[in-house]
């Protein structure tokens, strides 16, 4: 009798931490991966290097997915939205001197380039 309690009681446990387990495995997202697109007024090939160098200190921006259409004065990526929020790339950017989706250099406190 006490063999079967203990068995009960050994498989109730183990279910509760496989539940529990699945829980914080599949309800926790690391990564949310998504397009971004910013408009750069003032783009020029030169100004391309100032904008790698904002966005450089950003472990979310993936850096290998930058691209500038010239034509259209605007920017491309792909970023981490778990790891940082489209304003903050916005910001970088006018921080750097260049206006970027409507934030401009003197609204953060910079000089424009």
């Known amino acids: ?9 050994v498989r109730t446990m183990v279910l509760i931490a496989v539940v529990v387990v699945s829980i914080f495995e599949t309800g926790c997202r690391r990564t949310d991966v998504r397009d971004f697109e910013v408009s750069i ?10 904008v790698r160098q904002a966005l ?4 979310g921006v993936d850096k ?4 500038f259409d010239q034509k259209s004065k605007k920017l491309i990526l792909k970023y ?3 790891q940082l929020a489209k304003k903050n ?14 934030v401009t250099p003197s609204s953060v406190g ?4």
């Open 1 to 9: 009798m006490k063999e079967r309690l203990l068995v009960r009681v």
């Open 41 to 50: 007024p003032k783009l020029t090939s030169d100004k391309e290097v100032i």
């Open 56 to 59: 450089a200190r950003f472990g």
């Open 64 to 67: 290998g997915s930058i691209k």
């Open 80 to 82: 981490d939205s778990m």
């Open 89 to 102: 790339i916005e910001i970088a950017i006018a921080k750097a001197g260049l206006e970027a989706n409507g």
């Open 110 to 113: 910079a000089e424009a380039k």
